[in-house]
T-cell receptor, first 113, second 113 residues
Framework: KQEVTQIPAALSVPEGENLVLNCSFTDSAIYNLQWFRQDPGKGLTSLLL?????REQTSGRLNASLDKSSGRSTLYIAASQPGDSATYLC????????????FGTGTKLQVIP | ETGVTQSPTHLIKTRGQQVTLRCSSQ?????VSWYQQALGQGPQFIFQYYREEENGRGNFPPRFSGLQFPNYSSELNVNALELDDSALYLCASSSGQNYNEQFFGPGTRLTVL
């Protein structure tokens, strides 16, 4: 059974700081890993999708890396802004004949102006 | 291009009642997945529909059922509501059966009293 862990559970940083969010998974037989952002009480916004054959993906100030062999992914946010404050979730898609997706519990980020 | 929409936004029910939640997939997407997100937790996979057929199911009892229509919109039905069913219900649409990026709707907040 796939288990996904995100550390830390919460993070508070001053504006402008670079930061790294971590995601660990127990079963390395994955097809892809997706990072999401969730604002309070809202749905999920897709940030980056990394296929199992890829090592990293970049979008603007965001960079996500994937190391399947060690069961880890990181989301790097450069030059953080107060608007980045949200909960960040990673989701791992595993084999199973269908889109079996396991989410972590998220990292709640607060960027202080 | 229209994104994923869900209705209603909020819903309050009492124990034992039945509820139907609705989701319209993003244009061009033929796969819809439903998730339950309890407060402070990551989303849990309920089931997925691909071309009107259930294509996989998570660890949820049979009182959680669904439908997908020819236009690929979908319904989630929950019978005999329990207090623990209180959660944010999210649907996600994607293109194809396997391993593609999922796009989420804003969710329906269900409260069971």
């Amino acid at each position: 059974k796939q288990e996904v862990t995100q550390i830390p559970a919460a993070l508070s940083v001053p504006e402008g700081e670079n930061l790294v969010l971590n995601c660990s998974f127990t079963d390395s037989a994955i097809y892809n890993l997706q990072w999401f952002r969730q604002d309070p009480g809202k749905g999920l916004t897709s940030l980056l999708l990394i296929q199992s054959s890829q090592r990293e993906q970049t979008s603007g100030r965001l960079n996500a890396s994937l190391d399947k062999s060690s069961g880890r992914s990181t989301l790097y946010i450069a030059a953080s802004q107060p608007g980045d404050s949200a909960t960040y979730l990673c989701a791992v898609m595993s084999s199973g004949g269908y889109q079996k997706v396991t989410f972590g519990t998220g990292t709640k980020l607060q960027v202080i102006p | 291009e229209t994104g994923v929409t869900q209705s209603p936004t909020h819903l309050i029910k009492t124990r034992g009642q039945q509820v139907t939640l609705r989701c319209s997939s993003q244009s061009g997407h033929n796969t819809v997945s439903w998730y339950q997100q309890a407060l402070g937790q990551g989303p849990q996979f309920i089931f997925q529909y691909y071309r009107e057929e259930e294509n996989g199911r998570g660890n949820f009892p049979p009182r959680f059922s669904g439908l997908q229509f020819p236009n690929y919109s979908s319904e989630l039905n929950v019978n005999a509501l329990e207090l623990d069913d209180s959660a944010l219900y999210l649907c996600a649409s994607s293109s194809g059966q396997n391993y593609n990026e999922q796009f989420f709707g804003p969710g329906t907040r269900l409260t069971v009293l």
